[in-house]
Nanobody, 114 residues
């Protein structure tokens, strides 16, 4: 199965930025649409951004204009640049294909707080 490893989370003040990275094992990475998802405490996991194999991106309304998803098929990497972060962006962030596999990586914690 494809392994997914997320990194880049941390504690940041409101208005700050973070860049998340995800590496996916497997030579068939490039055929998948990939997405970033997040799960806040007590809430369901939600998709925040996805990017198809050709590079077209789509965003949740809550992050549009602040987050940018990108991918590097040669490196099996997908990224999420997050700007103007808000406390409500606090969550564990996961990458997965879109639609997702029925398994997930460990995710990376993003905490936005002053």
């Amino acid at each position: 199965q494809v392994q997914l490893v997320e990194s880049g989370g941390g504690l940041v003040q409101p208005g700050g930025s973070l860049r998340l990275s995800c590496v996916a094992s497997g030579s068939i990475f490039s055929i998948y649409a990939m997405g970033w998802y997040r799960q806040a405490p007590g809430k369901q996991r939600e998709m925040v951004a996805r990017i198809n194999k050709g590079g077209s991106a789509f965003y949740a309304v809550s992050v549009e204009g602040r987050f940018t998803i990108s991918r590097d098929n040669a490196k099996n990497m997908v990224y999420l640049q997050m700007n103007t972060l808000k406390p409500e962006d606090t969550a564990v962030y996961f990458c997965n294909k879109f639609p997702p596999f029925n398994y997930w990586g460990q995710g990376t914690q993003v905490t936005v707080s002053s």
